[in-house]
């Protein structure tokens, strides 16, 4: 089927996560911060004696095969953490860092996408 002015209902969203030793936290509990400094989610997970801390909702307008972490990602992820974590992470500190694309419905209307406002309820959009 070819619909040539169709809308982009679906946009790519690259997610970013770092591993770190578990002593940044303490206990096996999760963490969550539903809004950073740019409005996004950011999470630390305790795994496999270590602990993996990310974030999210970074748009992009293509997908790519092999996602990369761009350095100022990283930068924000741990500047982030350490005001939230038992220490303060430093890159040195980064055992692994990972990135991947996820399917995001797209904003509404002409709005621009930004960090923090991709959309996570359903669309069901249907022509009949």
Request: positive net charge; glycine residues 6%; hydrophobic residues 35%.
């Amino acid at each position: 089927m070819d619909y040539s002015n169709a809308k982009d209902i679906v946009r790519p969203s690259q997610e970013i996560h770092l591993v770190l030793d578990k002593k940044f936290v303490s206990g096996d509990s999760a963490i969550m911060i539903p809004k950073t400094s740019d409005g996004r989610v950011h999470f630390g997970v305790p795994w496999h004696n270590k602990v993996v801390i990310g974030t999210a909702d970074i748009p992009k307008e293509k997908p790519v095969l092999e996602p990369r972490a761009l350095d100022k990602e990283i930068d924000f992820i741990l500047e982030t953490a350490s005001r939230f974590l038992e220490k303060a992470p430093t890159r040195a500190d980064v055992k692994s860092v990972y990135a991947g694309l996820r399917p995001l419905a797209a904003p509404k209307g002409k709005n621009k996408i930004n960090k923090g406002n991709f959309q996570r309820s359903q669309n069901c959009n249907l022509k009949l």
